[in-house]
């Protein structure tokens, strides 16, 4: 058997400059040898787990004389002389290749009289090769490729670390997502759940009715929700962009143009903290609806989220971080003074003045209350200090402060509040809906309330669109939102504790070079 080249992470391994440097002279030896070791294409008859299934009750020692082509990476190379063994994955799974001199010589000698030499020695583990043979299980009940002929596809020049698995630097994991993706199946499996749950999502909303129309990225003016955006600048037009925060605005003013069901899912952007449930760039769906109100959202957002997890997982029976998650409907609807009453006692709407509230709160272990203008933003407080981190199971939480959702109708029977809910899971904001507000002069007042927080210094408050109330001077008709946040239902749906996981390329800081260190 001949000894496979160490990993660098192991102490007796050669550096990584070295292992590439000899890499490269394999690739000089493959020219010379008149094979090109960055080919062009390959035609696969076949897949992984295609051949895995169709052959799972071949005998051992069994050979079908079935001819099949496939392609991939070697994650393993095991050479005894005159036999060599390799473990072979393609985006579905890993088979072996089953690798004897004399056969391959046979098909290959002609054109190249040292194939079997150059497999030996040529090839290490990570480089993608094509191989065409027959079907085999080997007598320890090993499916292989009896294979006839290869193809160095792509020759790789650093070597896949041994351990991944056991990195401690999780951000090197997320740095270098494409060596995370090579060697963790699991990382895989994540990414394709998260396609799966947009793609169920787009082909339910398609069914009932919806289409997807894209908005803006770069706007004049930031809107749609409380954030603090990114600043560009357009230097033909000489003048300051903002990324978008939410899609919400341009998709209403579709409603306004005569379309009655439409909704987007794409990226948002928002100038804010990192953290497990944060990354600066993030994907939603949002969807509106003409002559709906929250309510049929509520039952809008069952639906989709029920139809993306039976696509993801199998089932509305979902395990996370130790919990099992049941997302049958109906889900648990309560009012936010009801769930601060239930952990608190509080019942703030009893409450006359902002200091006998902001008392009150403090009495309760209520920090930061001091800075809150309203008896709504006290409210507020209360409910994400002492409720959101304790409601596990999907729990619709409704009717919220008109102070805090400048974009919501009012109540249509409490004062002082909207019709808005938010879905909360494993303690989360996974959605959030409104009966969105139609009234261009009340909506006028609320985005100059907020206008005047932002000339105060509220770096996430916003101007005044004045197209959109414009737009609403035509008139919107009754109409309900609302919004998911795709990365946070991955999570949930792929077991992810950290947005990190199931984002492909989150945003990190730049490595320090050794100078820098």
């Known amino acids: 058997m001949s000894a496979e080249q160490p990993s660098a992470s192991s102490p007796a391994a050669s550096t990584l400059e070295e292992v590439r440097a000899t890499r490269l002279q394999k690739v000089e030896q493959l020219k010379q040898a008149g094979l090109n070791p960055y080919a062009y294409r390959w035609q696969s008859t076949h897949t992984a787990q295609a051949l895995q299934e169709k052959f799972a009750d071949l005998a051992n020692g069994e050979e079908v004389d079935v001819e099949v082509a496939i392609a991939g990476r070697i994650l393993a190379r095991r050479v005894f002389g005159k036999l060599a063994f390799f473990n072979l994955q393609d985006e579905t799974g890993t088979i072996q290749l089953y690798l004897e001199k004399s056969r391959i010589q046979a098909q290959m000698g002609k054109q190249n009289e040292q194939a079997f030499t150059h497999l030996k020695q040529l090839t290490d583990v990570g480089d993608i090769i094509g191989v065409q043979g027959t079907l085999k299980r080997t007598e320890k009940g090993e499916l292989s490729v009896y294979v006839r002929e290869y193809t160095v596809l792509t020759?790789?020049?650093?070597?896949?670390?041994?351990?991944?698995?056991?990195?401690?630097d999780i951000a090197k994991r997320y740095r270098q997502r494409y060596v995370d993706l090579i060697v963790n199946p699991t990382v895989r499996e994540t990414f394709r759940r998260r396609a799966q749950i947009t793609a169920s999502m787009r082909r339910y909303l398609d069914e009932q009715g919806f289409i997807e129309i894209e908005t803006p990225v770069l706007n004049t003016e930031a809107g749609g929700a409380e954030a603090r955006p990114f600043v560009t600048y357009h230097n033909t037009l000489e003048m300051d962009l903002y990324l978008r925060i939410a899609t919400e605005l341009h998709l209403k003013r579709l409603i306004v143009g005569g379309f009655e069901k439409v909704f987007e899912l794409g990226r948002i952007f928002r100038n804010e903290g990192i953290s497990t449930r944060h990354n600066p760039e993030?994907?939603?769906?949002?969807?509106?609806?003409?002559?709906?109100?929250?309510?049929?959202?509520?039952?809008?957002?069952?639906?989709?989220?029920?139809?993306?997890?039976?696509s993801a997982v199998g089932s509305l029976q979902v395990p996370y971080q130790g919990e099992t998650i049941d997302l049958t409907p109906p889900w648990r609807r309560m009012t936010m003074q009801e769930a601060v009453v239930e952990k608190t006692g509080l019942d703030f709407s009893t409450f006359k003045t902002?200091?006998?509230?902001?008392?009150?709160?403090?009495?309760?272990?209520?920090?930061?209350?001091?800075?809150?203008?309203?008896?709504?933003?006290?409210?507020?407080?209360?409910?994400?200090?002492?409720?959101?981190?304790?409601?596990?199971?999907?729990?619709?939480?409704?009717?919220?402060?008109?102070?805090?959702?400048?974009?919501?109708?009012?109540?249509r029977s409490q004062p002082g509040l909207v019709e808005r809910f938010e879905l909360f899971i494993v303690g989360r904001e996974t959605a959030n809906s409104f009966s969105e507000l139609t009234d261009p002069i009340d909506q006028r007042q609320r985005l100059e309330a907020q206008a005047a927080r932002k000339d105060a210094g509220d770096l996430e408050a916003h101007g005044v669109d004045e197209d959109f109330i414009t737009a609403l001077e035509y008139g919107m008709p009754p109409t309900g939102g609302l919004g998911i946040g795709i990365d946070r239902l991955a999570m949930l749906l792929s077991d992810a504790a950290s947005i990190r996981d199931v984002i492909a390329f989150p945003l990190l800081k730049p490595e320090k070079s050794e100078e820098e260190s």
């Not at 020759?155 to 351990?163: A, F, G, I, N, Y």
């Not at 800075?371 to 409720?387: K, P």
């Open 155 to 168: 020759k790789s020049l650093l070597p896949l670390p041994d351990k991944w698995h056991g990195l401690t």
């Open 282 to 310: 993030f994907t939603t769906i949002e969807i509106y609806q003409a002559y709906a109100d929250y309510n049929d959202m509520m039952d809008l957002t069952e639906a989709l989220i029920g139809a993306a997890a039976q």
């Open 354 to 411: 902002v200091a006998a509230a902001q008392k009150a709160a403090t009495q309760a272990g209520i920090t930061g209350v001091e800075d809150c203008e309203s008896i709504g933003h006290i409210l507020n407080e209360a409910f994400e200090q002492t409720v959101e981190s304790t409601l596990i199971q999907p729990t619709f939480i409704l009717d919220y402060p008109v102070e805090i959702s400048p974009l919501a109708k009012p109540h």
